[in-house]
T-cell receptor, first 112, second 115 residues
């Protein structure tokens, strides 16, 4: 069963920040939160992951609440190419491997 | 540096037939996972191969089988195809050894249509 819940869809104006929320109140203390996105007709693409500290890379920022029950993915300046389905995932990790359980994700539409 | 490559990109089969899909992982990766993505749904984990053995398996019947070769490439085989097997099949590669960030790299997928 998916350990995360996300809104079904969101809109964002081009050039504005896109803030995508995710609830993961049941994850354990050592489970990371990963974000992937899938642009239409392409394979999913890794964005970022974190445990309890905020993280930033060239694509996005990840803000995790102190209680780790939720997080927000931030795309600072959304472009039309950011239109995609965004997945928040807490992977099963066993035997040194990672098994991703995808939900339906959030469909982000960036509007011109 | 080539990423994950999959073949074929599209194929059409009829019910009862068998299909083989192929995947070459990203350079330096030793682990291959396969996912099935039905239309409008998120990808579902089928199984994962490491050191030429199936290491983890999702909730898929035995009609779905796989193989990993010494060069880390992998095949997904589906026997006795059903209409419900129509989907995008995604291959993802990763590295089990260090460094291990848990990041998966996905291919573009193989679109299977069963008639």
């Amino acid at each position: 069963d998916a350990k995360t819940t996300q809104p079904t869809s969101m809109d964002c104006a081009e050039g504005r920040a896109a803030n995508l929320p995710c609830n993961h109140s049941t994850i354990s203390g050592n489970e990371y939160v990963y974000w992937y996105r899938q642009i239409h007709s392409q394979g999913p693409q890794y964005i970022i992951h974190g445990l309890k500290n905020n993280e930033t890379n060239e694509m996005a920022s990840l803000i995790i609440t102190e209680d780790r029950k939720s997080s927000t993915l931030i795309l600072p300046h959304a472009t039309l190419r950011d239109t995609a389905v965004y997945y928040c995932i807490a992977p099963y990790s066993g035997a040194g491997s990672y098994q991703l359980t995808f939900g339906k994700g959030t469909k982000l539409s960036v509007i011109p | 540096d080539a990423g994950v490559t999959q073949s074929p990109t599209h194929l059409i089969k009829t019910r009862g037939q068998q299909v083989t899909l192929r995947c070459s992982p990203k350079s330096g990766h030793d682990t291959v996972s396969w996912y099935q993505q039905a239309l409008g749904q998120g990808p579902q984990f089928i199984f994962q191969y490491y050191e030429e053995e199936e290491r983890q398996r999702g909730n898929f019947p035995d009609r779905f089988s796989g193989h990993q070769f010494p060069n880390y490439s992998s095949e997904l085989n589906v026997n006795a195809l059903l209409l419900g097997d129509s989907a995008l099949y995604l291959c993802a590669s990763s590295r089990t050894g260090q460094p291990n960030t848990g990041e998966l790299f996905f291919g573009e997928g193989s679109r299977l249509t069963v008639l």
